[in-house]
Every structure is written in C-alpha cells, then in structure tokens.
C-alpha cells in the first residue's frame, strides 16, 4: 500500500511539472510574439523602441490572461 501512494505521488508531481512547464513556456511564447509585433511596428512607423516598448507593456496582461484562461480549463 506504501508503494502504491509513492507511485501516485510522483505521478502528480510529474504531472504538475509538465503542466507548469508547459504554461512558463506558453507565457514566454505570448510575451516573445508581442514584442516580435512591436517590432514590426518599429520597422514600418520608423519608431526608433517604441514598438517593442509597447509589445512588451501590452504583452504581459496579455499573457497574464491567456495563461489564467489556459488554467482555468486545465483545472
């Protein structure tokens, strides 16, 4: 019975990990593309960081609720 509550402990764990895992990369993901559109929008309005700047401010809240909304549904 011992051996059966480890097993089951480190799938959880196991499980968990690679649920956070996979949201921290997610966030980066999010985070990475609203820059990389900031980007885009310095090239094209001639801005010298003012794109990036604005990817980055708009990326987190954008991350932040896309990762809330990705757990929800997990849990």
């Given at each position: ?31 990475g593309i609203c820059i990389f559109i900031g ?37």
């Amino acid at each position: 019975m011992e051996n059966n509550s480890k097993d089951s402990g480190a799938r959880q764990a196991l499980k968990a990990f690679g649920v956070l895992g996979g949201v921290g990369i997610f966030f980066a993901v999010v985070i990475g593309i609203c820059i990389f559109i900031g980007s885009l929008i310095d090239d094209w309005l001639a801005w010298e960081y003012a794109g990036k700047l604005v990817g980055i401010i708009l990326g987190f809240p954008i991350a932040f609720y896309l990762t809330y909304k990705q757990l929800k549904e997990i849990v």
